[in-house]
């Protein structure tokens, strides 16, 4: 009994498999078909929206009941993206394990946060001058150093929320 142990896929690797496939025209069936012992469903169909921002459309025309949605590349739109496929495939190689890919994430979010406190270190800075500055009689710096210190708070406040929201919306991080 011989059993073969094969890598699985990551999305863009399968994304480009996909583009390739549907250069000549390939029905959704049989995607799943040929690409099924290499990922999961699951990350087929990631790969397969993913190759839609990439000139992956399908053809009404075409729909089959049994072999589902047919795909066709636009070549022109195909071929602006594959410089992209190409780098997201090989950084996405070099994450040889789940370790490192979470210790990148982790790493940049110490990163952001050192950013968050770095503006508001700079903010609270700002401020403290522009109180010194009016108590030693430099009334126009004072103007200016406390309008320094709104924006550098205001900064500080964007950097939180885009750290917080937008950039991981799924991990916590305290307020």
């Not at 549907?22 to 290499?38: C, D, N, Q």
């Not at 410089?83 to 996405?92: I, M, N």
């Not at 990163?111 to 903010?123: C, F, N």
Request: net charge positive; glycine share 8%.
């Amino acid at each position: 009994m011989s059993s073969t142990i094969s890598r699985r896929l990551s999305v863009p690797e399968l994304s480009q498999r996909i583009l390739m496939m549907a250069k000549t025209g390939v029905y959704r069936e049989s995607i799943f078909a040929a690409l099924h012992p290499l990922a999961t469903k699951k990350n087929i169909r990631l790969a397969i929206a993913q190759a839609k921002q990439f000139g992956l459309h399908s053809v009404a025309a075409l729909r089959d009941d049994e072999l589902g949605t047919y795909y066709q590349v636009d070549l022109t739109q195909y071929q602006s993206g594959l410089s992209y496929f190409r780098a997201a495939s090989q950084w996405s190689q070099s994450l040889t394990d789940l370790t490192q890919a979470s210790a990148i994430i982790v790493q940049l979010q110490r990163r952001l946060r050192w950013l968050v406190w770095l503006s508001w270190g700079g903010a609270i800075a700002l401020l403290v001058l522009a109180i010194a500055s009016s108590g030693w009689g430099y009334g126009p710096w004072c103007g200016g150093l406390l309008l320094g210190a709104g924006i550098m708070t205001l900064i500080g406040v964007l950097q939180h929320q885009l750290a917080k929201f937008q950039i991981f919306p799924h991990t916590q991080q305290e307020s």
